[in-house]
């Protein structure tokens, strides 16, 4: 039952996300990478983490997608036309057909080392994900988050700098 | 049950048209959308690798690469709209000022 489900997600995921990259008008990928986003946070629920999946969902289908179909809508841009030459659609194809195969072969040559950490579905259940995840994040990872929020500060500064009217 | 693998498989599909989307497209925006897709795709794989190996640190560095996504959203689309601007068009085969 949950391979089924799965591979119909998985399905979805991969039809939605081949037509991002197919559709001629902006907007219809916009549209069919929310779809994406939405199966992933489908995936990542049954990986049972599910505070990451609601943050799938707030962060990207919610805040970034909506910056990116604003700006679309901003911008009225149209199709594209097809001014491309045959030959770089053919070996762009061929390099993503290439590292498919590439990363197939490894995933196949490889396996996993067998040491296990001590996080299982039953303390996920008990403690809960939320909690489990804020005390990595707030003990263990507590320079990087602070960096992080540099990070924001200056994407923020960043983005009202270019957006100035005289650059 | 499904296992790693599948996940690690599908992760390396997504990856892989999100790639190709890059390559192959023109429009800046769509080109923009591919690298969110292949960020997504690599958060799958942290977070499956994160399950199978009973360890939360593949989900905490999915939470920074969703901040380090929200901060190039702002400053890319603030980019493009600088661009658009001056050139009335987000086409990449527009953007040849710094071509030798």
């Not at chain 1, 979805?12 to 929310?34: D, E, G, H, R």
């Not at chain 2, 360890?55 to 661009?83: C, K, P, R, W, Y």
Request: aromatic fraction near 10%; charge should be positive.
């Amino acid at each position: 039952m949950e391979t089924l489900f799965f591979s119909l997600v998985a399905a979805i995921a991969i039809i939605s996300s081949i037509l991002v990259i197919t559709n001629k008008n902006p907007i219809n990928s916009a549209l069919s990478l929310i779809m994406t986003f939405f199966c992933l946070a489908t995936l990542y629920v049954m990986l049972e983490a599910p505070f990451m999946a609601a943050i799938q969902i707030i962060v990207y289908a919610g805040a970034i997608m909506v910056l990116i179909v604003f700006v679309i809508m901003l911008l009225n841009i149209r199709s594209e036309s097809g001014r491309r030459t045959n030959h770089a659609l053919f070996l762009g194809v061929m390099t993503g057909v290439l590292l498919l195969i590439q990363t197939w072969y490894l995933l196949w040559k490889s396996s996993l080392t067998g040491m296990k950490g001590s996080v299982d579905s039953a303390m996920i259940i008990k403690v809960g994900h939320t909690e489990l995840i804020g005390k990595a994040l707030f003990t263990e990872f507590l320079l990087p988050f602070e960096i992080t929020s540099v990070l924001l500060l200056a994407a923020i500064v960043g983005a009202v700098i270019l957006s100035k009217k005289k650059l | 049950m499904v296992s790693l693998n599948g996940y690690l498989i599908l992760s390396a599909i997504l990856f892989s048209i999100g790639m190709i989307g890059v390559l192959t497209r023109r429009n800046a925006i769509v080109i923009f959308m591919c690298v969110e897709l292949m960020l997504n795709a690599v958060n799958l794989t942290f977070i499956a690798f994160s399950k199978f190996l009973g360890n939360l640190d593949g989900q905490v560095f999915v939470f920074f690469v969703m901040t380090v996504a929200a901060a190039e959203a702002a400053v890319g689309l603030a980019l493009m709209i600088a661009f658009y601007k001056n050139r009335e068009s987000i086409d990449v085969e527009d953007m040849n000022l710094l071509k030798w």
